[in-house]
């Protein structure tokens, strides 16, 4: 017998703490940006480019004028273009808490719609922003009052010590994969070394061996699972070649200012030092939207008017933060339906 819907009387009685505990990790999360002298934007969902990174897919959809001519037009993967159009009118520190759409995505972490919370630091460095992020994550478990954060079987204290490491670092320690070794001084990647580097491991070794493939294959398979175990992982200093919107690190071409939050195997969060220089921003969407088109058939528009900004914009600091995941951890629920309100129907 298939499971009663989530309008269910008797199925929304049980779901309902745990989606009053969801808008009291809200009210608090409010309370925090307040306090840290955040502006609060609401960009629209609605975009000519929904961003532009290989794997994320959008909903499209079209924005007929008075003119009866219509457009293509996209719902957005972030409001990242948005809000950092703010800060080159002038905002400092902004912070965005809504809904973003996200296609191809559904499974316990994943909803097509969810809720995402993304910040803004001008002129300070993204130590700032990891700050934020273990802040938030002890804010969730402090409204809650769970000792850890929890998912499945897995726990993370997230009043202890985060660890802090290296992609390359992780490489080496979860699969025995020295990334350096597939990669020039400047960064470029060569997809055959890590290939080999791979075999030399006892891995499979798909037929699709570009490095961006190859790297995200290790990463999901033999470095995720490991982190955020016992304690909150920062995973930092992502190459280059996977950190399209980060500046470089000023100490090594290689690798650039990115980093992801993990806790009990679960990403929580991903930020960056923000990449301001327009021209190699085009550089770097021109050839993820390649890899799409070469990959899924499809690519979509740059934003023109994000390019032009970034000319204005400040130095600045910035993270995206899944809010269902965070509430999940913070109560313990075993998928992101369960903090939803209203899932979107299957």
Not at 122 to 149: F, H, N, Q, S, W
Not at 230 to 247: C, F, M, N
Request: net charge negative.
């Amino acid at each position: 017998m298939p499971a009663s819907p989530w309008w269910t009387p008797s199925v929304h009685e049980d779901r309902r703490p745990i989606l009053l505990a969801r808008n009291r990790i809200e009210a608090r999360l409010r309370l925090y940006l307040a306090d840290e002298d955040f502006v609060l934007v609401d960009p629209p969902g609605l975009q000519r480019s929904p961003g532009n990174e290989t794997h994320l897919h959008a909903f499209g959809s079209t924005m007929i004028g008075n003119d009866g001519l219509g457009q293509a037009m996209y719902l957005h993967t972030s409001p990242e273009f948005t809000m950092k159009k703010l800060l080159a009118a002038g905002e400092q520190r902004i912070a965005s808490l809504g809904h973003v759409w996200r296609n191809r995505e559904r499974s316990a972490l994943h909803h097509p719609e969810f809720t995402m919370l993304e910040w803004y630091r001008a002129g300070e460095p993204y130590d700032a922003i990891i700050a934020d992020c273990l802040a938030i994550l002890r804010l969730a478990a402090e409204t809650t009052g769970a000792k850890v954060l929890r998912f499945r079987d897995r726990e993370a204290d997230p009043f202890a010590e985060a660890e802090r490491l290296s992609v390359a670092d992780a490489f080496m320690r979860y699969a025995g994969i020295d990334l350096f070794a597939s990669m020039d001084a400047d960064g470029a990647t060569d997809g055959e070394k890590l290939a080999a580097l791979m075999a030399a491991q006892g891995l499979d070794v798909p037929e699709d061996r570009s490095w961006s493939y190859l790297f995200s294959r290790i990463l999901v398979e033999k470095v995720e699972p490991n982190l955020g175990t016992g304690r909150v992982t920062v995973l930092d200093r992502y190459p280059a070649a996977e950190a399209a919107l980060a500046r470089r690190a000023a100490d090594d071409r290689r690798v650039s200012e990115r980093f992801e939050l993990y806790a009990c195997g679960v990403e929580l969060a991903n930020g960056f030092g923000e990449l301001t220089d327009p021209e190699e921003q085009r550089r770097r969407f021109t050839a993820e939207m390649a890899e799409k088109q070469r990959i899924y058939g499809e690519h979509y528009p740059l934003d023109e008017d994000f390019l032009a900004a970034l000319n204005l914009m400040p130095e600045a600091s910035g993270v995206a933060l899944g809010f269902d995941r965070l509430v999940m951890l913070a109560t313990g629920a075993p998928k992101i339906d369960a903090v939803l309100w209203a899932p979107v129907a299957e």
